[in-house]
């Protein structure tokens, strides 16, 4: 494999990870619901808000 810099200075850089976050999130809420069997939809997903989705459950 090689590696080539460029220069590019009239395109605003972007970095190569930002391609996995949508699907890495989904992935942890899938992995919540399917630990705890409830749903978190609102980001980022914080102790507090499992907590408050089980006593909405319960």
């Not at 992935?27 to 630990?35: K, L, P, R, S, Y």
């Not at 507090?48 to 989705?53: E, R, S, T, V, Y």
């Amino acid at each position: 494999m090689d590696v080539e810099i460029i220069q590019r200075p009239e395109i605003e850089p972007v970095g190569a990870g930002e391609a996995a976050h949508g699907p890495v999130t989904a992935a942890i809420a899938n992995a919540v619901h399917d630990c705890l069997g409830v749903r978190v939809r609102d980001l980022p997903i914080t102790r507090d808000k499992i907590i408050a989705a089980m006593e909405l459950a319960s």
